[in-house]
């Protein structure tokens, strides 16, 4: 499985919502994610793709689409 899928999986879960037809939805305008929802997001991620955000150095409105998502997972892999 790939990060993309990855990062949708986890967002699907936490959403309950299919955003890979909706990948630059901000998902905090939209009200599928709020701070509580951010700390899953975070401990999900570093769960399945072994990426750690700090929640201190986390900046909403660079994790605030599917697509923002997948690219800062991607960027932290590596």
Same mark, same amino acid.
Not at 36 to 41: E, F
């Given at each position: 499985?790939? @990060?993309?899928?990855?990062?949708? +999986?986890? /967002?699907? %879960?936490?959403?309950? @919502?299919?955003?890979? *037809?909706?990948?630059?939805? +901000? /998902?905090? %305008?939209? *009200? /599928?994610? %709020?701070?509580? *929802? @951010?700390?899953?997001?975070? /401990?999900?991620?570093?769960?399945?793709?072994?990426?750690?955000?700090?929640?201190?150095?986390?900046?909403?409105?660079?994790? %605030?689409?599917?697509?923002?998502?997948?690219?800062?997972?991607?960027?932290?892999?590596?």
């Amino acid at each position: 499985m790939d @990060t993309k899928e990855t990062v949708l +999986n986890v /967002l699907q %879960d936490l959403t309950g @919502t299919d955003l890979s *037809g909706d990948l630059d939805n +901000n /998902l905090f %305008d939209s *009200g /599928l994610l %709020d701070s509580m *929802g @951010t700390v899953q997001l975070l /401990l999900q991620l570093q769960s399945e793709l072994g990426i750690e955000v700090a929640v201190s150095e986390f900046e909403r409105s660079e994790w %605030d689409t599917p697509n923002k998502i997948i690219a800062n997972a991607e960027e932290m892999q590596n």
